[in-house]
Protein backbone atom coordinates (compact mmCIF):
# COMPACT_ATOMS: atom_id res chain seq x y z
CA UNK A 1 0.00 0.00 0.00
CA UNK A 2 1.50 3.74 -0.86
CA UNK A 3 0.60 6.92 1.36
CA UNK A 4 0.66 10.43 0.18
CA UNK A 5 1.45 13.07 2.27
CA UNK A 6 0.41 16.63 1.67
CA UNK A 7 1.19 19.63 3.70
CA UNK A 8 1.22 23.49 3.27
CA UNK A 9 -0.67 26.62 4.76
CA UNK A 10 -4.07 26.10 6.63
CA UNK A 11 -6.13 27.85 3.91
CA UNK A 12 -5.02 26.01 0.91
CA UNK A 13 -5.27 22.28 2.67
CA UNK A 14 -8.80 23.33 4.01
CA UNK A 15 -10.22 23.42 0.01
CA UNK A 16 -11.37 19.60 -0.68
CA UNK A 17 -9.52 19.96 -3.96
CA UNK A 18 -6.09 20.64 -2.38
CA UNK A 19 -3.99 18.43 -4.44
CA UNK A 20 -4.58 21.05 -7.35
CA UNK A 21 -3.95 23.63 -5.69
CA UNK A 22 -0.09 24.66 -6.46
CA UNK A 23 0.26 25.83 -2.17
CA UNK A 24 -0.04 22.35 -1.52
CA UNK A 25 2.77 20.07 -1.69
CA UNK A 26 2.97 16.42 -1.76
CA UNK A 27 4.96 13.09 -1.06
CA UNK A 28 4.64 9.72 -1.71
CA UNK A 29 5.89 6.90 0.22
CA UNK A 30 5.58 3.59 0.27
CA UNK A 31 5.00 2.23 3.54
CA UNK A 32 2.99 3.73 6.74
CA UNK A 33 5.61 4.06 8.96
CA UNK A 34 7.60 6.27 5.98
CA UNK A 35 4.66 8.40 5.89
CA UNK A 36 4.59 8.95 9.57
CA UNK A 37 7.84 9.24 10.47
CA UNK A 38 8.30 12.26 7.19
CA UNK A 39 4.70 13.98 8.82
CA UNK A 40 6.14 13.85 12.05
CA UNK A 41 9.10 15.81 10.65
CA UNK A 42 6.55 18.16 9.08
CA UNK A 43 4.65 19.07 12.30
CA UNK A 44 7.78 19.39 14.54
CA UNK A 45 9.75 21.74 11.77
CA UNK A 46 6.99 24.04 11.21
CA UNK A 47 3.83 24.70 13.64
CA UNK A 48 1.67 26.13 11.21
CA UNK A 49 2.13 24.02 8.91
CA UNK A 50 -0.91 21.54 8.21
CA UNK A 51 -0.58 17.97 7.52
CA UNK A 52 -2.43 15.40 6.04
CA UNK A 53 -1.81 11.20 5.76
CA UNK A 54 -4.06 9.55 3.08
CA UNK A 55 -3.59 5.58 1.87
CA UNK A 56 -3.70 4.25 -1.98
CA UNK A 57 -7.35 4.41 -1.85
CA UNK A 58 -7.66 8.31 -0.76
CA UNK A 59 -8.99 7.87 3.36
CA UNK A 60 -6.96 10.56 4.93
CA UNK A 61 -5.99 9.03 8.36
CA UNK A 62 -7.21 10.64 11.45
CA UNK A 63 -8.06 10.42 14.93
CA UNK A 64 -6.39 9.14 18.16
CA UNK A 65 -4.91 6.20 16.43
CA UNK A 66 -2.84 8.38 14.20
CA UNK A 67 -1.66 10.38 17.44
CA UNK A 68 -0.32 7.36 19.38
CA UNK A 69 1.55 6.65 16.01
CA UNK A 70 2.72 9.40 15.90
CA UNK A 71 4.25 9.50 19.41
CA UNK A 72 5.74 6.10 18.46
CA UNK A 73 7.53 7.50 15.72
CA UNK A 74 9.29 10.20 17.91
CA UNK A 75 10.86 7.71 19.94
Do not use: P, W
Not at 9 to 24: S, Y
Not at 55 to 61: H, S, T, V
Request: glycine content about 6%; proline content about 0%.
Amino acid sequence: MTYKIYYGDATAMANRDRHLDEQVQTEHFSTEHEALYRARELVDGDETRVVAICDDAGNQLTGIRLHLKFDYCST
